[in-house]
């Protein structure tokens, strides 16, 4: 099943609230432009608050002003922005949320100058969703674009007598079995669930087994683990424990792996011994190496090394 982009919805909320407020500032700059006595907005009677501002009697002894600061902060800089993100351009991303900031900033303005009023109070709210929306955006655009491809690992498969299995469900762990393969020349073979795992709704559902630790349903294969002399298993963590696909597999595969090193993947500061140790339970082994790899906003914040009893020294692993 193809994973739902979260960064594709993201983007499109961003490009709806910047069409918002700037097709919203364009609209109130003309009438300010249009009637500079503010008739056109109904705003006759909020000038005389203006006049608490710096050079008041030089700037807001009519709307002209005004109205050019909202065509130039919030107006042209959205539309700006929406154009941007429409074309797919990274520099969208940055500048729909900056604007979302901008206009936060504007309406503290009219906190400040103006009676409290509920205009003010929504569109300080909108600014805020615009800005949560942009980094949202920024985040999972760095998230999905974090991968390696499998014409990036040459190596790979080049030593028939060594496997790597991962399961992934975002890319993280993908890259960092990629990476292994390259490193060893090991074959790949990627754990397939048979449950939904991709997008937001993937995400739910994954930590409700994550939750309970259960065992996720996987794929069957017809995979010799025995005729392995080495296995790499590569797993995210998922709820401060091993991944439920993985889990699985490695209760499946009792018995039937010689050796065995483990990478885990995850977003937080801690090492997740435990999760290597549980897979040394499953699989019937003891003192395996393991390496713990946090990664955080499309890229790698942090590794550990777990060595093991004798096992490989995993130094050899590289990735940014």
């Not at 919805?9 to 503010?38: E, N, S």
């Not at 009519?62 to 941007?84: E, K, M, R, S």
């Not at 429409?86 to 303005?109: A, H, N």
Request: proline share 5%; hydrophobic share 45%; glycine share 10%.
């Amino acid at each position: 099943m193809k994973n739902h982009s979260r960064y594709q919805t993201a983007r499109k909320l961003l490009i709806f609230w910047c069409l918002f407020i700037g097709v919203g500032a364009v609209a109130g700059a003309a009438g300010m432009l249009i009637k500079p006595d503010g008739s056109a907005m109904g705003m006759q009677a909020l000038l005389p608050y203006f006049q608490v501002l710096p050079l008041a009697e030089y700037l807001y002894q009519d709307y002209v002003f005004p109205g050019i600061a909202l065509l130039l902060v919030n107006g042209i800089p959205n539309l700006a922005a929406a154009a941007l993100l429409l074309r797919g351009k990274k520099s969208g991303i940055l500048w729909g949320g900056v604007f979302g900031v901008t206009l936060m900033l504007w309406i503290c303005i009219q906190f400040v100058i103006f009676p409290f009023n509920l205009m003010s109070t929504l569109y300080f709210i909108f600014g805020l969703l615009q800005a949560l929306t942009g980094y949202a955006a920024w985040v999972f655009y760095r998230q999905e674009r974090f991968q390696a491809l499998p014409q990036e690992c040459p190596n790979a498969g080049t030593a028939p007598s060594r496997l790597v299995v991962y399961f992934s469900r975002m890319g993280y762990t993908k890259r960092a079995a990629l990476e292994e393969a390259n490193r060893s020349g090991a074959v790949l073979y990627e754990i397939q669930s048979t449950e939904r795992t991709g997008g937001t709704p993937g995400f739910w559902w994954c930590g409700r087994y994550g939750m309970h630790r259960w065992d996720m349903p996987i794929q069957k294969t017809d995979l010799d683990l025995s005729a392995y002399e080495h296995v790499t298993i590569c797993s995210p963590i998922w709820v401060f424990s091993l991944a439920a696909p993985v889990r699985c597999f490695c209760r499946a595969a009792h018995g039937k792996i010689r050796r065995a090193d483990y990478i885990l993947t995850h977003h937080m500061r801690q090492d997740f011994w435990g999760a290597a140790r549980e897979m040394d339970q499953l699989l019937g082994l003891s003192g395996s190496d393991a390496v713990s790899i946090c990664c955080r906003k499309g890229k790698v914040a942090a590794r550990a090394s777990l060595p093991g009893e004798g096992a490989q020294s995993r130094s050899g692993l590289q990735l940014p």
